[in-house]
């Protein structure tokens, strides 16, 4: 017998980041955020300018699901970009503040923003240790 499986709560919720997006501040650019058939993983795609280097590339979002286990119950993402480098993260989204860690849950390199009432903006910051880090806003295209 098969087993059905649904996409996540926690996986779902990030719906509000379906469209295309102006990204200004620390980074400036487009990001846009589709979701895969299925519902399973929500696909980005990068459009940046960031520290003066062009960053392009791709990242898939969703639970893991190794074969014979149950799905994980954190909403992990890896991102490919066109330099080779693959990136890891951990998406949490409670109301409207979107935290994405870089890395594992907890890591001291993170990603705090929040929802415009109407859904319209997503404005936060990147933290990165030692001190580092820039303001980002997102700014959902019409």
Known sequence: MSETYQPSP????????????TVSGGAEGTVRYE???????????????Q????????????????FGEPAGTDVV??????TGNT??????LTGDKLVIWGGAKGSPA??????????????????YPGGGGYESTMTRRA
């Open 10 to 21: 926690e996986l779902t919720a990030l719906d509000r980041l379906t469209g295309t997006w």
């Open 35 to 49: 979701w895969m058939p299925g519902g399973f993983f929500l696909l980005q795609h990068v459009e940046l300018t």
């Open 51 to 66: 520290f003066g280097q062009a960053v392009t590339g791709m990242e898939v979002i969703g639970n893991l699901r190794p």
């Open 77 to 82: 993402s890896r991102f490919y970009d066109s």
């Open 87 to 92: 990136l890891d993260y951990v998406y949490e």
């Open 110 to 127: 993170y990603y705090e923003g929040t929802f415009s009432a109407d859904g319209a903006t997503v404005t936060g910051a990147w933290v």
